[in-house]
């Protein structure tokens, strides 16, 4: 995590539904974990993330964000499912699990 400068982290940070938000796969790089082993620690911990701490993107928000940021599109590509997108709230929330 050392090596990642604050800008980076700045650039990680999204306003969907009128809260900034990072995305799973973000948070994947920053904390150096497996998405699934991120989405088995939220599953296992459901209670701590209501909808105000996390959520999933709608197909038309997914789709603004890949279209707005070019490096976003490179990020996201071979995903299975919409991404989840974790509030300040949420972070502090995957951190405790």
Do not use: H, W
Request: with cysteine.
């Amino acid at each position: 995590m050392s090596q990642i400068t604050t800008n980076k982290i700045e650039k990680m940070i999204y306003v969907i539904r009128g809260q900034k938000v990072m995305l799973d796969s973000d948070l994947v790089e920053l904390y150096c974990v497996l998405t699934k082993n991120l989405n088995k620690a939220v599953q296992r911990n459901i209670g701590k993330f209501p909808n105000d701490f996390m959520f999933r993107l709608s197909r038309k928000e997914f789709e603004d964000l890949r279209f707005q940021f070019g490096t976003f599109k490179n990020s996201t590509q071979g995903r299975k499912y919409l991404p989840f997108v974790f509030t300040k709230y949420g972070v502090v929330a995957f951190l405790e699990c």
